[in-house]
Structure formats: C-alpha cells, structure tokens
C-alpha cells in the first residue's frame, strides 16, 4: 500500500480509534478510489486534506470501508444446518452439564440481519422444545452508524427474500415497503461497536466473558491479510466455550494456523466445532 493511502488509515486509526490496516489492499484502495470520486479530489493528499475539513466524510469513508450488506437467513442450507443440528447439540451439551442459558456471539453483524436470523431461530427451537432458557445475543460492528439502524429492526423487501412465509408473517410487520421485526425479537439482541482487530480484549466488552456457545463471523475474514486472520481466530478460538461451534461464510475456512483447533461438521456449510 503506497504511503499516502496509508496516511489516510493513520487518520481513521488517530481519528476513531479504527484500525484497518489489516484489511486487504486492493479493496482497501479501491474504495478510497470511489471516494476521491464522489468527493471530486485528485489524488490521496487532497483527499486526506478534504477528510480534515468535512467530519461528515469520515463516516462516509467509514461505511465505504466496512461491508454493510447482507439480508436474513443468508446461505440458508447454513441456516437449516445451525436449527437441526447445531442448537440440538448446544440444547443436548446444556442439559448434560445443567446449564439453563446460550451465549451467541454475531461478530460483523452489518444492518443486524444475521442476529436476528440467529435470534429468530433460537426462538423457534426454544418454543418447540418448550425449553425455558436465558438467550444473551451479542451483535457487534466496527460501525456504529450501521449498529443504530440495526438496532431499529427495519427492513426493505430485499432483505427478508429468504424469509419463510411463515416467519415473516409471524416476526415482522409491514409498514409501507419497509418490515419491522417484532420486539420480542428485537430485544434478543444486544447491538455494540467492537473491532475484531482490537489486542486488548477477546470478546465484546458488553458480554463481559466469552465463553459463546456459537459464534457467527460470516464473510469478515475475507477482507484480512493472514496476518490479521490468524488475530481473529486466536480471539474466536479463545471466546468459543468448550465444544462451541463457528459458523464461518461459504468462501471462508480456519487459517492455517488454527485448522487444527476446529472440526468442520459437514462438507455443506463452513460450521466448526472447536476442540
């Protein structure tokens, strides 16, 4: 990565406290390149220049940076997986050890999609099995702008496509175009700002403790160097509780230094238990 480029990642680092140097470059630069663009600068210099002068675009190279899209029960062979296999075995692990609560980290989690995916499904399982059960939900971003519109559970069309009939009818109304999700499934989830490239800490701040039944970090590793990758994992490997299951994106598998740590469960999905 050239040095101005660079120059412009101190910024955001000193700025917000954001550190995107691992992220990989070539992403990295091209959108910075659609900022120069659409801020109609020249070249790196003028824009960091431009960066100083307008607060506002900070945010916008911010969200430019991160990858906020995504929609509810994304890969859904990945979804039917984690509701028939993976919460049986959490719910089985539970009852064996006497322990009445589920822990889920949702690491990356955009516009919330995927957590309340995760929430939704929990929540049928539990009524199902009529098991009674403390779900803590932790949904963490590095964006915070994207975390409040998460938190506000509303959607376009675009993002419940996948939802079954009888899910959408049951967890969300309609208000115009837009879907809200009903509060009871809002209020499983608990939205926060975190870095997954952050030394300091191995789980979000807000859960207090790792020790996640099941961690969500899907389509985020893609966008790390391997140095950054293996930063990850030591924190995923470490917040999983014993026996925990990764549910990583379809283009995504543990990096050559902790493959030896997880199990995949299947040759459909990226879902691993750690071991």
């Known amino acids: 990565m050239n040095y101005d480029l660079k120059c412009i990642l101190s910024f955001l680092q000193s700025s917000r406290n954001l550190d995107f140097s691992g992220y990989r470059e070539s992403m990295v630069e ?20 431009y960066l100083r002068e307008h607060p506002d675009e900070t ?26 296999r993976i919460l049986p075995a959490i719910i089985h692990q539970k009852n064996e050890a006497r322990d009445q609560s589920l822990r889920v980290w949702s690491a990356g989690c955009a516009m919330g999609e995927e957590s309340y995916s995760a929430a939704i499904l929990i929540h049928e399982f539990l009524k199902k099995e009529a098991r009674d059960v403390a779900v803590n939900i932790f949904a963490t971003d590095i964006d915070g702008n994207t975390l409040n ?19 959408l009818k049951k967890y969300f109304t309609r208000e115009k175009e837009m879907f809200c999700l009903t509060p009871v499934i809002k209020e499983m989830v608990s939205f926060s700002v ?12 807000e859960s207090i403790f790792g020790d996640f039944d099941l961690v969500l970090c899907r389509n985020v590793l893609i966008y790390f160097n ?23 994106g379809e283009a995504e598998v543990p990096s050559a230094t902790y493959q030896k740590y997880f199990r995949k469960m299947n040759d459909c999905c990226h879902i691993y238990q750690k071991i």
């Open 30 to 49: 091209r959108r910075i390149n659609r900022r120069f663009a659409l801020t109609k600068t020249q070249d790196p210099v003028e824009y960091l220049c």
């Open 59 to 84: 945010d916008n190279l911010i969200d430019s940076l991160t990858i906020n899209v995504s929609r509810f029960f994304r890969d859904s062979l990945t979804f039917e997986y984690i509701a028939g």
């Open 149 to 167: 519109k998460a938190q506000k559970g509303i959607y376009p069309s675009e993002s419940i496509q996948n939802v079954k009939y009888r899910l």
């Open 194 to 205: 975190y870095d997954m490239l952050d030394k300091k800490s191995y789980s979000p701040p």
């Open 226 to 248: 391997a140095g950054h990758q293996d930063l990850i994992f030591k924190k995923l490997y470490r917040a999983l509780a014993k026996n925990g299951f990764l549910v990583l």
